[in-house]
């Protein structure tokens, strides 16, 4: 390829990507390193996992700054599970780097299907939307805070599909709640990750940009789609679901 044409590729995976984010809440921005690699055509793993999460943070720092807006975001319990995962995002980005790429692809794979098995999962809403944070709840958010950022860093994804949970059990927050408060710790991540891969040289720039201006347009694209789907939201998240599975797949495969 040469030109234009890997900078137009990213644009529409950014395009895809946000709609999907903005549709089922999580999980799309697990695409973008296969699509970095399988179609826009990067040949260094690394590389297209530092770009991804580069695109990953800026993704989550708008959607974080809407849900601030409006006040779903549980500030205190956000910042100490995001305070102690920066430090596992960072070890984990390390540790990703040493691995060989085609190693670290087969790792990625079946942490896309976790990641799809989660988004089949029932989801429950219950919980205290009036949560506050007590020192019991510091002694469960440090721990699973440092684990879910170690993943997020090796991985070079969001992690959204376990900072939510574990938000969840370590609270007793809302479903909603956790969602929004999530993306403290998905931008905080996407962040340490790509900073990391900056320093040594493994991120696209010109591919970054691409991808975040295509996932604007998907963003904006997705809002009047998501009221159609609001009656058939279960049936969408599970089609979605088994595509992931069926790019992790094919990711084994390769």
């Known amino acids: 390829m040469t030109g234009m044409e890997p900078l137009l590729l990213a644009a529409l995976g950014g395009a895809i990507i946000g709609l999907l984010l903005t549709l089922f809440g999580g999980g799309g921005s697990v695409l973008a390193t296969p699509w970095l690699l399988y179609v826009v055509g990067m040949g260094d793993v690394h590389a297209a996992i530092g770009t991804s999460a580069a695109a990953v943070a800026v993704n989550a720092a708008t959607g974080l700054a809407a849900q ?64 506050h944070l007590t020192g019991p709840m510091v002694l469960k958010l ?78 904006l694209a997705a809002l009047p789609l998501a009221k159609r789907l609001e009656g058939r939201a279960r049936t969408a998240r599970s089609l979605f679901a088994a595509m992931v599975i069926a790019v992790a797949i094919y990711i084994l495969m390769r």
């Open 68 to 131: 601030a807006r409006a006040g779903r975001v549980k500030w205190p319990c956000a910042s100490v599970f995001a305070a102690s995962g920066l430090a596992g995002a960072l070890v984990g980005a390390h540790f990703a780097k040493q691995v060989d790429g085609q190693a670290l692809l087969f790792w990625f794979a079946l942490a896309m299907i976790a990641i799809a098995v989660s988004m089949l999962l029932p989801k429950k809403n219950e919980g205290d939307p009036g949560v």
């Open 142 to 219: 440090a721990p699973v805070g440092l684990l879910t950022g170690l993943a997020a860093g090796f991985f070079g994804i969001g992690g959204g599909f376990l900072i939510a949970p574990g938000l969840m059990a370590s609270t007793g927050m809302t479903l909603a709640n956790a969602g929004a408060s999530s993306l403290v710790s998905v931008t905080l991540f996407g962040t340490a990750t790509s900073a990391s891969y900056a320093a040594s040289g493994q991120i696209a720039w010109p591919l970054f940009g691409a991808l975040v201006a295509g996932g604007g347009v998907g963003t």
